[in-house]
């Protein structure tokens, strides 16, 4: 939250001295090219449920986090250009869009998964019913937690993030505090799908397995939809001298300031403080803010410098992150295996 808010802090000082923006411009460019997206880069995500590796725990939730956090700065920079009703002094903006956006999407996300969840598996368990087609079971609570939070006035990234969350941790009938890893479900190990879908010991572990493998895939083609979206959107862009700038600015001191800041005194490790500084990926967040804020009505020649700022930060981000995380990743994990066997004094 704090590299976040620094984010935004940064640049919104480098649109404005910078790039000649407005407040209002500044403030909505940087909260469009605040939120991270690991999903563009998966070799940095958590690997499973139980992994607690600290780099990608917290890329992972930097990423889930971020996307609905930096709502309100985009509801700020709206309501700076004229486009959205503030209040007097900002006090409806820091009531509804701050406070109540954020904490209802939370609370609605997470009241929606436990109940899903908890359902789910009441039927399959006590019933057997509801059994298979889980991937509809995690589209389904996507799109819910997504409609009632817009319903609401909230934020449905958020709502999503907490539904999944919730999802996971309902009815969890496995004491994964007896080993560091519970065992991975499979059907040759377990006997059949429908048999482990409705066994009371197993049921939630293998429903959240069949949806995290789900999500896997559905990552990899929204991977493949947000890197032909921005290339083909490339074609419509203008890339000048201080679009270069900027997006050199954020890769290369903006990113690092803030993680630098949002990381002082945390117990991570010289590798791993580097990682996050290098890996702020931009996607999938970033071109959702973008269009949202176009079609609210941004004037057309502050949304043409929008649209060419953030989609030549994300393509550069897909290309220069996607190149180099396999081998940074690699290196990471053998020095931290090699560090692992040294004898400590």
Known sequence: SLSMLVTIALVT???VVGL???WGAAILLAAIVAPTDPVLASDVQVLEANDRDRLRFSLSAEGGLNDGAAFPFVMLGLGLLGLHDLGVAGRRWLALDVVWAIAGGLIIGAALGALVGR?????????????GLDEFLALGLIALAYGMALLCNTYGFLAVLAAGIALQRANQH????ASEAPPKITLASQGTSERMATDA?????YMMQEVRDFNDQLERIAEVAVVLIVGAMLYYI????STVMFVALMLLVVRPVSVWLGLLGAPVSRDQRLLISWFGIRGIGSIYYL??????GVPDAIAHQLVGLTLALVATSIVVHGISVTPLMNLYVR???RDSRRPRS
Not at 238 to 241: G, K, S, T, V, Y
Not at 291 to 296: D, K, L
């Open 201 to 205: 010991k197993y049921a939630t572990a």
């Open 119 to 131: 359902l789910v598996i009441h039927l399959r368990t006590l019933h057997k019913l509801s059994v």
């Open 335 to 337: 020095r931290k295996a």
């Open 238 to 241: 203008d890339i000048d001298l």
């Open 291 to 296: 269009m949202f804020a176009v079609n609210r």
């Open 20 to 22: 000649d923006l407005s």
């Open 13 to 15: 000082a480098i649109g």
């Open 174 to 177: 496995i004491d994964v505090a």
